[in-house]
């Protein structure tokens, strides 16, 4: 008699109950491997200009300059400060921490150039005189803060770019659509400062401006309208 029995051991029956499960499953494990994927990479999108990035020099000092033309008709306050405050310390948290790089302090900029440079001047021209390797520069085209006398919604139009300061080459360069805070629902001006909401609306132009440089969760921007909701 033909023996068998080691064809149909215990051990080899759950071995193809296993492999059956695992072939009728292939898109369960596919499922699995994207959540695995997910739990390692989280849910960050890499940014528009990850490869520019990732070619800055390690120890390059870095000036983030903004600018004007219209510097004093922009309601409670000129946001070019602000915003070059708010996007040095953004792109100073989220960038590579391995290139250790060096950030010109905003006072240093004001301090040298007046508001006929900042109109005037290259970037280039500023980042050399600063002693900057890179400039992220930005254009602020438009800004407002008003819905209606009644209501508060940012609104704003920049234009960004990346400069490599000894030769003039602008690295990457990228004209933003009108970004618009709260997206859905303004802010009654009863409820919030104008001062206060000028400052929160500049803090997330910068992010919105970063997110081109670092890597950025989607989904953080799905539900903004809650953000001013929690400041109040």
Request: negative net charge.
């Given at each position: 008699?033909?023996?068998?029995?080691?064809?149909?051991?215990?051990?080899?029956?759950?071995?193809?109950?296993?492999?059956?499960?695992?072939?009728?499953?292939?898109?369960?494990?596919?499922?699995?491997?994207?959540?695995?994927?997910?739990?390692?990479?989280?849910?960050?999108?890499?940014?528009?200009?990850?490869?520019?990035?990732?070619?800055?020099?390690?120890?390059?000092?870095?000036?983030?300059?903004?600018?004007?033309?219209?510097?004093?008709?922009?309601?409670?306050?000129?946001?070019?400060?602000?915003?070059?405050?708010?996007?040095?310390?953004?792109?100073?948290?989220?960038l590579d921490e391995k290139k250790k790089l060096e950030w010109i302090?905003?006072?240093?900029?004001?301090?040298?150039?007046?508001?006929?440079?900042?109109?005037?001047?290259?970037?280039?021209?500023?980042?050399?005189?600063?002693?900057?390797?890179?400039?992220?520069?930005?254009?602020?085209?438009?800004?407002?803060?008003?819905?209606?006398?009644?209501?508060?919604?940012?609104?704003?139009?920049?234009?960004?770019?990346?400069?490599?300061?000894?030769?003039?080459?602008?690295?990457?360069?990228?004209?933003?659509?009108?970004?618009?805070?709260?997206?859905?629902?303004?802010?009654?001006?009863?409820?919030?400062?104008?001062?206060?909401?000028?400052?929160?609306?500049?803090?997330?132009?910068?992010?919105?401006?970063?997110?081109?440089?670092?890597?950025?969760?989607?989904?953080?921007?799905?539900?903004?309208?809650?953000?001013?909701?929690?400041?109040?």
């Amino acid at each position: 008699m033909v023996k068998t029995e080691k064809y149909f051991r215990p051990t080899n029956v759950i071995a193809l109950a296993l492999l059956f499960l695992t072939l009728a499953g292939v898109s369960g494990c596919a499922n699995a491997l994207f959540t695995a994927a997910y739990l390692i990479k989280g849910n960050e999108v890499d940014p528009e200009f990850k490869k520019e990035v990732k070619e800055i020099p390690k120890h390059s000092k870095m000036v983030v300059i903004c600018r004007s033309p219209y510097q004093t008709l922009f309601g409670i306050d000129d946001p070019s400060k602000t915003l070059s405050v708010a996007l040095t310390k953004a792109l100073a948290d989220k960038l590579d921490e391995k290139k250790k790089l060096e950030w010109i302090p905003i006072d240093k900029v004001d301090a040298m150039f007046d508001e006929s440079e900042f109109a005037n001047e290259s970037f280039e021209k500023m980042g050399a005189k600063l002693g900057a390797d890179y400039v992220f520069g930005v254009d602020i085209d438009s800004f407002n803060i008003h819905h209606s006398p009644q209501y508060l919604q940012g609104k704003s139009h920049v234009n960004v770019r990346l400069v490599k300061v000894d030769t003039g080459e602008i690295v990457c360069s990228k004209s933003l659509p009108q970004y618009v805070y709260p997206p859905n629902t303004p802010v009654s001006a009863s409820d919030m400062l104008e001062e206060r909401f000028q400052t929160l609306y500049t803090v997330k132009l910068a992010d919105e401006i970063g997110c081109c440089f670092y890597p950025y969760d989607p989904h953080e921007k799905v539900a903004l309208d809650n953000d001013v909701s929690r400041m109040r």
